[in-house]
C-alpha cells in the first residue's frame, strides 16, 4: 500500500529565508507525486508534479521539488520564502489517479 | 472556466440524519474523486469515478457512505445516518485522466452534533 510521511508538522521560518519541507513516501513503483498547498478556508492548488524524466521539477511560485529513488523522497524547496507562503502544504502519492496525502506541514513565517 | 465547486459550503446536521453533499466538476473531465479531510490530517480518499461508474470505491468507511455520479458529471456523496465521527471537510476533484493534476473544490464542512 502508498504511504506519505511528512515528518515536521510545523515549520516556522523568517521572510527572505530559504524553506524545505520533507516527504517520504512508501510505493512499490514510479509513483507520481505531487505538492499541494493549501490557505485558510481554500481548497487544494497544486504547486508541482512529478511523473517521470527530471527529477529536479519547478512550479509554481517559485517552488521546486527534487525525486530522489534511493531515499524515497520528494522534498519541496523555495530559496526565498514571502509572507505570502505561510499556509499548509501537502505530500501526495497517486496510483491510477487515488492520491495518498500526508498530513501536512503547516508553513509559519516570520517578518 | 468555472472550477470544480461544492454545495453546501457548510452543512450543520443533527446524529441520525442523511446528507448530501454535491459536486460538479470542471466540464469535460471525466475523472471524479471524493476525499474527506478530518482536522490536522491530510485528504483521505473516499471513492472515485471514471465517467457514471464508481472505478474504485476502496476508502468509503462503511455501508452508511455511498457516492453516484448518474450522468458522469454531477457527483453526490451520501451518508445515512450520520454520525459525530463524520464532521469533516468533505473534497471533490476532477480530471481529464488518472496521471492528470487533480483540480479541487473548495470542500464542504460537514458538522455533526
Known amino acids: 500500500a502508498q504511504s506519505v510521511t511528512q515528518p515536521d508538522i510545523h515549520i516556522t521560518v523568517s521572510e527572505g529565508a530559504s524553506l524545505e519541507l520533507r516527504c517520504n513516501y512508501s510505493y512499490g513503483a514510479t509513483p507520481y507525486l505531487f505538492w499541494y498547498v493549501q490557505s485558510p478556508g481554500q481548497g487544494l492548488q497544486l504547486l508541482l508534479k512529478?511523473?517521470?524524466?527530471?527529477?529536479l521539477v519547478q512550479g509554481i511560485k517559485g517552488f521546486e521539488a527534487e525525486f530522489k529513488r534511493s531515499q524515497s523522497s520528494f522534498n519541496l524547496r523555495k530559496p526565498s520564502v514571502h509572507w505570502s507562503d505561510a499556509a499548509e502544504y501537502f505530500c501526495?502519492?497517486?496510483?491510477?489517479?487515488?492520491?495518498?496525502f500526508g498530513d501536512g506541514t503547516t508553513l509559519t513565517v516570520k517578518p | 472556466g468555472a472550477g470544480v465547486s461544492q454545495t453546501p459550503s457548510n452543512k450543520v446536521t443533527e446524529k441520525g440524519k442523511y446528507v448530501e453533499l454535491r459536486c460538479d466538476p470542471i466540464?469535460?473531465?471525466?475523472?471524479l474523486y471524493w476525499y474527506r479531510q478530518s482536522l490536522g490530517q491530510g485528504p483521505e480518499f473516499l471513492i472515485y469515478f471514471q465517467g457514471t461508474g464508481a472505478a474504485d470505491d476502496s476508502g468509503l468507511p462503511n455501508d452508511r457512505f455511498f457516492a453516484v455520479r448518474p450522468e458522469g458529471s454531477v457527483s453526490t456523496l451520501k451518508i445515512q445516518r450520520t454520525e459525530r465521527g463524520d464532521s469533516a471537510v468533505y473534497l471533490c476533484?476532477?480530471?481529464?485522466?488518472?496521471?492528470?493534476?487533480?483540480?479541487f473544490g473548495p470542500g464542504t464542512r460537514l458538522t455533526v452534533l
Open positions: 501526495a502519492v497517486s496510483n491510477a489517479g487515488k492520491s495518498t
Open positions: 512529478y511523473f517521470s524524466g527530471d527529477t
Open positions: 466540464s469535460g473531465h471525466t475523472a
Open positions: 476533484a476532477s480530471t481529464t485522466s488518472e496521471s492528470g493534476e487533480q483540480f
